[in-house]
C-alpha cells in the first residue's frame, strides 16, 4: 500500500486547515475534479456556442462532409480534437466524481 510522505501530508492538512487526512485528501480531491470539468464545461459550451450544436451533432456533420467549413481545413480539426478531448475527460471525471462520492 502506498505511503504519504510526512511533509506531503502536513502541507495537505494546512492547504485544506484540516485535522484529519483521510478527510483533507478527500476535500481536495473533490474540489480538484469540480474544477476540472467546469474548465472543460467551459470549452464545451464554447464550442458548442461557436458550431451552434452539440459534439455528437458536429460529428455526424464533420463525417457527412456537411458542414459550413471545409471539413478538412486546419481550424475545423483543430476544433474537432479539442472538443473531443474535452467530452472525452469530462466524462472520465465525471465517472471519478461519482464513483468518489
Partial sequence: MPTLSPDVGAHLLKATRSQDLDEAFEKVLSEYLELKIAALQKTTDRLEEKWGMEFSTFKRHLAEDDLPDDAYSYDVEQD???W??????KAHYQQVQMGWT
Avoid: N
Wanted: charged share 45%; aromatic share 22%.
Fill in 84 to 89: 473531443e478531448e474535452a467530452e472525452t475527460l
Fill in 80 to 82: 474537432y480534437w479539442e
